[in-house]
């Protein structure tokens, strides 16, 4: 890997990087900014991560909620998820056209919520549900090929607002009945993953409920993110 010395890195981005192990000594960092997922981190020999996890719980006790294996904790977890994206999107319909604007190269709010119908297709109905259906042509998945236009996603399609939100709605009732009906055991049992090349190809071997820990993250993550570029665009 590079070794930078004596570098000018001022205003510098690391999008999508993995800095595993990366080493900065006796570097200037002010008004940094690190976002992503982020473990073991010692700064002037102190481990924060657990200060920084512990905030961010206090923030949004729903994260304590998201990694419970408690069926009642995840029940919890997803109405909370489902209250705040509604939320939300009342205060888009408040400034119209604000859905499409981006900030700092980020997805739009449109773009968020089409990516959360991708997630559902493939980490809920694949690997929870072991459907092999086509995927909701207006999802937007990962950027890599071969994934990135298949299995019918249509990228070239531009949904309204309300059409995004009326599957999303439609998803998120799915997997609250579903939620409603599931045992623990059902929970521990392998992920019904179909055997094809379908996204998501790391799924196999991981249990029903990790995968449903995946739609419910993203739910909340992607949350984050779109808040927080609203805050922004206004």
């Keep these: 890997m590079p070794r930078y010395v004596d570098e000018d890195l001022h205003g510098a981005e690391f999008r999508e990087c993995d800095l595993t192990g990366a080493r900065l000594i006796g570097v200037v960092m002010q008004d940094a900014v690190i976002d992503g997922f982020v473990t073991n981190l010692v700064v002037n020999g102190v481990e924060v991560t657990e200060y920084v996890e512990a905030e961010l719980d206090r923030r949004h006790p ?3 909620l998201l990694r419970s294996d408690d069926l009642a904790d995840l029940r919890e977890a997803a109405r909370q998820l489902h209250a705040g994206w509604a939320a939300t999107i009342e205060r888009i319909r408040r400034t119209p056209g604000i859905e499409r604007r981006s900030v700092n190269d ?5 773009q968020t919520l089409r990516h959360l119908v991708f997630v559902h297709d493939s980490w809920f109905r694949r690997c929870c549900l072991g459907s092999t259906e086509l995927f909701t042509p207006m999802g937007i998945g ?3 090929e071969p994934y990135r236009e298949a299995h019918g996603l249509d990228l070239s399609l531009d949904p309204s607002l309300d059409e ?6 439609a998803q998120t009732a799915e997997l609250e009945a579903w939620l409603d009906e599931v045992t623990a055991e059902q929970l521990a049992a392998d992920a019904p993953v179909p055997d094809d090349d379908v996204w998501p190809p790391y799924a196999r071997g991981r249990s029903v409920r990790k995968c449903l820990g995946t739609v419910l993250n993203e739910t909340f993550e992607h949350h984050g993110f779109c808040v927080r570029d609203l805050d922004l665009a206004e």
């Design 164 to 169: 995004i939100v009326s599957v999303r709605a």
């Design 106 to 110: 980020e997805w739009s709010a449109a």
């Design 142 to 144: 990962p950027a890599v």
């Design 62 to 64: 729903v994260r304590v």
